[in-house]
């Protein structure tokens, strides 16, 4: 597995991380196929064959169900192995997705998050930002918030994970790491990927994939190779198809991969 420091954070990521959204959630997906939740002994198995291979960046967030819950169960153990990013803004109740940017429930999601995960310190956390992300930046209090956990210790970089490029551009001015969607069919934030790489900030791309849509021997290569990005989180269930997609980030052996 290849790696990249993130921006000016000093910490190193695999340059294929592992979006462990399926793994807490199945209900109100962007995905083309459903999927079936796996049992705890299921999750564990692969969470701990993931960071075995070398994948060491783990991102979840409150949003994906029982995400962090299982992370924490199946390898807290192993905490110094892997860089975990988790997120606030969104949670899912029932079926339905809630956004609060306020002081008492980023730091009331804060709180659970560090103890959903059983650790003493999250190394990143995002703004998990809707369609009105702009809004979210400019009239609540959630940077401050974040600012303050980091300088306190409990975080280690703070970053941005949004829809707009207007957003994202507001982030460059303080974020360690920015969350980006950037494939084949969608090349609109190319700009802010290039800033962050002026800048010293991380970039993680979300969505290479097109959830699904596009084939992992094109998409994997084509975001992996775009300058400035340092690491393209990819979710899953089958830990086949994860080694695959792991051998088609550059500068691996590149078998024929497997799709799903």
């Known amino acids: 597995?290849?790696?990249?420091?993130?921006?000016?954070?000093?910490?190193?990521?695999?340059?294929?991380?592992?979006?462990?959204f399926k793994i807490g959630r199945n209900q109100k997906i962007k995905y083309e196929q459903g999927y079936e939740l796996p049992d705890e002994a299921t999750v564990a198995k692969l969470l701990n064959a993931i960071l075995d291979l070398g994948i060491n960046y783990i991102d979840t967030a409150p949003a994906y169900g029982v995400s962090e819950e299982r992370i924490g169960r199946a390898i807290s153990h192993r905490r110094d192995e892997f860089v975990l990013s988790t997120k606030v803004g969104e949670r899912f109740e029932n079926g339905t997705s809630h956004y609060e940017f306020d002081r008492k429930s980023v730091e009331t999601s804060l709180r659970n998050s560090l103890a959903n995960l059983r650790t003493d310190v999250l190394d990143i956390v995002l703004i998990h930002a809707p369609g009105d992300d702009v809004r979210v930046l400019t009239e609540t209090p959630v940077v401050e918030v974040l600012q303050e956990h980091k300088a306190a210790g409990t975080i280690r970089a703070i970053g941005f994970s949004g829809k707009t490029t207007e957003a994202a551009q507001l982030a460059l001015a303080w974020a360690d790491v920015l969350m980006v969607e950037y494939h084949l069919n969608d090349t609109s934030h190319r700009s802010i990927i290039e800033q962050a790489g002026q800048r010293s900030i991380g970039v993680v791309v979300k969505k290479g994939l097109a959830a699904?849509?596009?084939?992992?021997?094109?998409?994997?290569?084509?975001?992996?190779?775009?300058?400035?990005?340092?690491?393209?989180?990819?979710?899953?269930?089958?830990?086949?198809?994860?080694?695959?997609?792991?051998?088609?980030?550059?500068?691996?052996?590149?078998p024929s991969p497997l799709k799903g």
């Open 1 to 20: 597995m290849e790696y990249s420091v993130l921006g000016s954070t000093e910490l190193s990521v695999s340059r294929l991380g592992f979006g462990a």
């Open 212 to 254: 699904g849509r596009l084939s992992p021997e094109e998409a994997i290569p084509f975001v992996l190779n775009t300058p400035g990005v340092n690491s393209l989180v990819i979710g899953g269930l089958s830990l086949a198809h994860i080694e695959a997609n792991a051998r088609l980030v550059p500068g691996s052996a590149s």
